[in-house]
C-alpha cells in the first residue's frame, strides 16, 4: 500500500524507534481497523507486533484515506509498481 507519512509520524517513528517495515506491515495487513472517534473521518489500523527487543506491543497508525499521496511515497526498497 502506497502511503505518505506525516512529520510528526516520522517524529514519533524516529523517537520511539519504529522501523518503517513494521510500519508498512500494518498498513498493508492490519489486525484491527477501526473508525477514528474524532470525526475526521481517519481511520485506525493496530497490529500487535514483536519488536527487536523481544516485547509484543501494540501498534497504531492513523490514517487519513482522503488524501492522495504523492509520488515520493514511503516504499520499502524491494517493492514494485
Known amino acids: ?10 517524529w514519533e517513528m524516529t523517537r520511539r524507534g519504529i ?10 495487513q492490519p489486525e484491527q481497523r ?3 472517534d474524532s470525526g475526521t473521518g481517519r481511520w485506525i489500523h493496530q497490529s500487535r507486533l514483536r519488536f527487536e527487543d523481544g516485547k ?4 497504531r497508525v492513523v490514517v487519513d484515506e482522503d488524501e492522495h499521496p504523492p509520488g515520493d511515497c514511503h516504499r520499502l526498497p524491494d517493492q514494485q509498481d
Do not use: G, K, T
Open 1 to 10: 500500500m502506497d502511503f505518505r507519512l506525516s512529520r510528526h509520524a516520522e
Open 19 to 28: 522501523p518503517l517495515a513494521l510500519v508498512q506491515a500494518v498498513m498493508d
Open 34 to 36: 477501526l473508525a477514528d
Open 56 to 59: 509484543m506491543y501494540l501498534l
